[in-house]
C-alpha cells in the first residue's frame, strides 16, 4: 500500500481567495515612489551563489505574504519532500496513471559532505516502507551508474578502449529526441570553455534525416563514437537515426558495435551487449525531461568535460535541491520563484513567460526549459481528475540577451500583451576575453543592459508622442551569479527543474506525466499505413485521413 | 509633398463588425461532420511551389467572406502595392517618425524575365515624383551592390583577394546583431547542401564576448574574413565585437585591415575604405529585420553559397513578392496566412503563435521570424497615433519537428491554452540520406507526424480517463513544398515578410519602426555612467539605479 501523495485543492484556501482579490488591483510599479531604491535591496534572496531579485515584481508584503500563505496551506515544501524521498508522486487520484515514484534527485544525491536536513529525514521516516526502500535502491543505482561512467571515461582517456587502430576517440554522436536530447545538448553548449581539450559532441535529434547527415559529413567517423539514448529503446527517431548512423558507419568501412554505445532502460530492446560496446542504464522513475543528471546526461557531459567536471555539475544540482528544502517559501528560491509564475500565470493571466539569459552559452537553455516546463505543466487535469479551474503553465520563449533586444523586445515594452520576464546573468564571462571599450568592460555593458531593461519594463515611460510611451508595469526578475561554470550551471538546471516541480504542486497537477503526447503517436501510424497501403481496406475507412495525405502532395506516385 | 499612405481604421468596416460577431461562435472543428475530406481539399491555396493547406482553421465560408472582406475594405493589396513602389508607409500620422519609404523589395526586383504585374505599374504612376524615382534610385542601389557582390566574391573564389601569404580564404565571420544576424543566420543553417566546398561563416551577435571568443577559438585567423554589419556604424555591441574580433587578429600576428571588411550605410562612421578591404552599403529604405535578401545577408550568403546560390535565394524571394499583388485575397498566400493571423489573434484572441517547421535546416528559421513579427507589429499605437483598440502581433516561437513533439506539444494539446500553430514541411529531404525504416522512408514518417498533428489539435479526442481527453478546436495550417533549397527558402523568407507586413497593414500599424527598443538604449548608457562613476553627481542623483547595481552586485569593488 503506497503512501498517499497528498492532492489538496488550492481554490477553497484562504490565500488563494486573498490572492484572487489582491489580483484585482496588483501593485503598480509606475506610481510615483512605487519602484524605490529600498525596494529593490528588500525583495531579494539567495541561494547557491544565485541572488534573486524581484523588486520588479508586480507583489508589495501583502501579496508577498498571501503567496507565502499559499505554499504553507498546500505544503508545498513538505510535498517536494516527499516527493524526494520516494512517494508516488506521478499519478492522478482515482484514475489509471502512470503512478510511479519521481526520482530524478537520487542522481545527484552522492555527496557525504551534503548531508540532507531533517525534513527529509522525518519525511523519509512516514513513507511506506516498500517506497523508501525502492528510493534508497535508486540512489544506490545511481552511484553504480556512476561508477560505471567513471570506469568509462577512464578508458577511453587512457586508450583502452579505442577504434579498430588502437586510435583514441575525439568525437561523440548523441543521437535523442526529446529529454535526450534537449537538457544535454544545452549544459554541453553551456560548458564551452571547461570542456577537454579536442573532444566535441554532436547532437542528433530529428527524425528528418538531414539532421543526421549534416553532423556526420564532418565528422572523423574512425574516431567517433555514437551513444544512442531512448529509456524504452523503441523511440521511432532514435531508432531511425541510429539506423542511418550505422549504415555511413558500414559504408565507412567501420563496424559499428565498435563504435556504438547506448543509455536504455534496464531490460529493453535495447539494452543488448552484443550490439553495443557499453550499455548506461536509465529507469522508469526519472522522467525524460528531468534525466539531465542520469546517464542521459552523464555520458556526452562526461565525455566532453571529464567524469569530474560532470560531478562537479551534479554537486551544483545537489546544492539547489537541498536549497529547495528551506521552509520559508520567501528564502526558498526555486518555491518564492514558483510562486511568482503562479501569480503571474493564474492570478494576472499573462499567458507567456520570457527566460532572457544575458549569457551566449545559454543559447539553447530556453529550448530545454520549453520542454522541462510546458510538458510538466501545460495540463489542463488537476491530480484529482478535474479539469483545472485555472490556467496552468505559461508558454515559455526566450533568446540570450541582449540579442533578444535586437529582435522581440519591441513587443516586450510597448505591445498590449504583457509578457513576464525571466532575466539570467553572471558578473563575469566565461571565457576570459573581456575587452574593455569606451571605459567600460562587455560584461559590465551586459549587466548595465539586463537592469535597463527590467527597469524600463517596470517603470514605462509617459511622453507627448504616443509611439514614444512606455506602459510600464511589465513584472520581471533577475538572477546574477558570479560566473557560469559547471557547478553554478548544475544549480541552476536544479532550480528550474525544482521551480516547475513547485508550481505543479502549487496547482495540483501531475508535473510528471505527458499523456498530451500519445493522441499524435496513433494517428502518425494510421498515416504511415495510409502511405505503405493507400488503396488497403484501412485507407478506405479514413477518407479524412487520405484527403489531407493528398492535399499534402503525398499520394501523387500512387494516383 | 508625398504621397498620403492610407491609414484607414478597421473597426467601423462591415467586415470587422461581421468577423467580431462570428468570432463568438467560431467554426467547430470537433463537431461531427465538420473536418471532411471535401474541406481539406478545399480549403487551400498556392504560389511559387508551395501548397497552403487550411482546413483545420476555425473557418467556414462565412469567416472566409467576411475576412476576404477585411482585405478588400482595408485596401490590403493596393497598398502592398503602393509601399513596394515607394510610397512614404514607414510613418505615424501627425506625429514625428521616420517618415521613410519601406524599399526592400527592391533588393530582389533584379529579373528582367519576371515582370511586375499591372497593379503596381499602375499605382506606381500615382505616386509623387519623387518618391517613385527614390524607388527607382533604390533598385538601381541594389543592382549596383549586387554587381560590387559578384566582382568581389570572383576575386575571392579566383585568388585575387587573398591573405598576405597568397592563400585564399575559408571562413567568414560575421559580426552583427538582431536583423543584422538572425536573417542571414537563419538562412546559412538552411542552405547546408548548398554551400562551397570548404567555405563556412560563423555569426556573432552576443555583446557578451563569449560569443566571440567561442568561434575564434576553433578558426584558422590567417584564412578567415570578418564581415562586420551595422547600418548606422554605431551598434555598440557590434563595435565592441569588431574591436575585440581586431585584437584577436592582432595578437595571432596578422594585420585586421587584410582580413576585415563591411556592411553599412553609405557615409556612417564605418563607411571608410582604410579601415575595410570592402565596404558594401545597405540603406535607411531597408528595416534592419527586412534586409536579408540586401548586403547585409548578400555577403555571407554570397560567401557561403556563391553569387549563384545568392541569386536563386533572391529569385525564390521575388517570385513570392509577385504572388503576394494576388488580387484575390483567398489566393494571395500571404495575404491570406496574414487574415488567418489576425483572425486568430484579435478575433479569436489567441496570444501566441506556434511556428514548426518539420525541416531541422530550418533551426533557426523561427528566432529570425521572431524579430520579423514581433519587432513589427509587437506595437500598442495605430498609424493615427492612437491606443490599438485590438490586440496585435502575436508572441512567436517554435522548434522544428519532430524535436518539438518531444517537448511542448503536451501543452499544445491538452492545457487551457490555445497556440495556433504554423506548419512546415517538404516532402523530400535535402540531404539525400533517406533511409527506409520498417517500410516507409524518414521523410514519409515527418509528413505523417506533422499531418498527424494538425488532426489532432483540431479533432481533439475524448475518452472515460480525464488525463487522455483532448479538447481538440485548436487551429493549424500546413505550408508544404517539394524540397528546401535557396529558392524555395527565398520565397519562404519573403512570405513570412509580406504576411507580416499584410498584418499590419490590417491591423493599421506601422509594421516598420521600432520605438519600443529606445528606452532600455537609453537606461543603459546611464547604468554605465554609474559603473564608471559610482559616487559622481549623477549616480548620486539616481539611487534606484545605484541600489540595482548593488543588488546585483556590480558594486562591490567601489564600496
Chains 1, 2 share one sequence.
Not at 519602484?35 to 535591496?41: F, N, S, W
Not at 551508474?145 to 578502449?161: A, K, P, S, T, Y
Not at 526578475?477 to 550551471?489: A, E, I, K, N, Q
Request: hydrophobic share 40%; charged share 20%.
Amino acid at each position: 500500500m503506497p503512501t498517499s501523495f497528498p492532492a489538496p485543492d488550492p481554490t477553497p484556501m484562504d490565500s488563494f481567495q486573498t490572492l484572487t482579490r489582491l489580483a484585482q488591483h496588483p501593485f503598480d510599479l509606475t506610481a510615483p515612489g512605487a519602484l524605490t531604491a529600498q525596494r529593490v535591496l528588500d525583495l531579494q534572496a539567495q541561494a547557491c551563489g544565485f541572488q534573486l531579485l524581484y523588486g520588479t515584481q508586480r507583489v508589495n508584503q501583502e501579496t508577498l505574504a498571501a503567496l507565502a500563505g499559499l505554499a504553507k496551506e498546500t505544503q508545498a515544501v513538505e510535498r517536494m519532500a516527499q516527493l524526494m524521498a520516494g512517494a508516488r508522486a506521478n499519478r492522478i487520484e482515482g484514475w489509471p496513471s502512470e503512478d510511479r515514484q519521481v526520482l530524478h534527485h537520487a542522481t545527484r544525491d552522492l555527496f557525504s559532505d551534503m548531508p540532507e536536513p531533517p525534513l527529509l529525514t522525518r519525511v523519509r521516516e512516514r513513507l511506506a516502507p516498500a517506497e523508501a526502500d525502492a528510493a534508497r535502491a535508486a540512489r544506490e543505482e545511481a552511484v553504480k551508474q556512476m561508477e560505471h561512467l567513471r570506469v568509462f571515461l577512464d578508458d577511453v582517456m587512457m586508450g583502452r578502449i579505442t577504434n579498430n587502430r588502437g586510435e583514441t576517440f575525439t568525437d561523440l554522436v548523441n543521437v535523442g529526441i526529446g529529454g535526450s536530447d534537449l537538457g544535454p545538448r544545452a549544459v554541453y553548449m553551456a560548458v564551452g570553455p571547461h570542456r577537454l581539450r579536442g573532444r566535441q559532441v554532436h547532437y542528433v535529434s530529428n527524425l528528418d534525416s538531414d539532421d543526421m547527415s549534416r553532423h556526420l559529413a564532418g565528422l572523423n567517423l574512425s574516431r567517433t563514437l555514437v551513444n544512442v539514448v531512448s529509456k524504452s529503446g523503441t523511440t521511432l527517431e532514435t531508432l531511425t537515426n541510429e539506423t542511418l548512423a550505422r549504415r555511413f558507419f558500414r559504408e565507412a568501412g567501420l563496424d559499428p558495435a565498435q563504435h556504438f554505445i547506448c543509455v536504455t532502460g534496464q531490460g529493453s530492446p535495447m539494452d543488448n551487449p552484443a550490439a553495443y560496446r557499453a550499455c548506461f542504464h536509465m529507469f522508469d522513475y526519472i522522467g525524460g525531461r528531468y534525466s539531465v543528471t542520469s546517464m542521459v546526461g552523464g555520458v556526452s557531459l562526461g565525455f566532453a568535460m571529464g567524469y569530474a567536471g560532470f560531478v562537479e555539475f551534479l554537486r551544483g544540482a545537489r546544492a539547489m535541491d537541498l536549497a529547495s528544502l528551506e521552509p520559508d517559501p520567501l528564502n526558498n528560491l526555486p518555491l518564492l520563484a514558483a510562486l511568482l509564475g503562479v501569480w503571474n500565470r493564474s492570478f494576472l493571466g499573462h499567458e507567456t513567460l520570457a527566460v532572457l539569459p544575458y549569457s551566449q552559452g545559454l543559447l539553447r537553455f530556453v529550448a530545454h526549459l520549453q520542454q522541462l516546463d510546458m510538458e510538466s505543466n501545460g495540463k489542463g487535469v488537476t491530480r484529482l481528475g478535474q479539469e483545472a479551474p485555472y490556467p496552468t503553465g505559461p508558454v515559455v520563449w526566450g533568446e540570450p540577451g541582449t540579442n533578444g533586444q535586437h529582435a522581440f523586445y519591441q513587443l516586450l515594452h510597448q505591445s498590449k500583451t504583457v509578457v513576464p520576464c525571466e532575466f539570467i546573468a553572471f558578473r563575469r564571462c566565461q571565457w576570459n576575453a573581456d575587452i574593455e571599450v569606451e571605459g567600460t568592460t562587455s560584461q559590465q555593458k551586459v549587466l548595465a543592459n539586463v537592469l535597463a531593461h527590467a527597469m524600463a519594463l517596470a517603470l514605462g515611460q509617459t511622453h507627448e508622442n504616443p509611439n514614444k510611451r512606455f506602459p510600464g508595469n511589465r513584472p520581471s526578475w533577475l538572477m546574477v551569479h558570479d560566473r557560469l561554470t559547471p557547478y553554478s550551471l548544475g544549480s541552476l538546471l536544479a532550480f528550474y527543474e525544482n521551480k516547475v516541480a513547485f508550481q505543479g504542486l502549487l496547482w495540483n497537477i501531475n508535473s510528471f506525466d505527458q499523456e498530451g503526447v500519445q493522441l499524435g503517436k496513433v494517428l502518425a501510424q494510421r498515416f504511415l499505413s495510409h502511405l505503405q497501403n493507400p488503396t488497403g481496406a484501412q485507407a478506405k475507412a479514413d477518407p479524412l485521413g487520405l484527403a489531407m495525405l493528398q492535399a499534402a502532395g503525398m499520394l501523387e506516385d500512387s494516383t
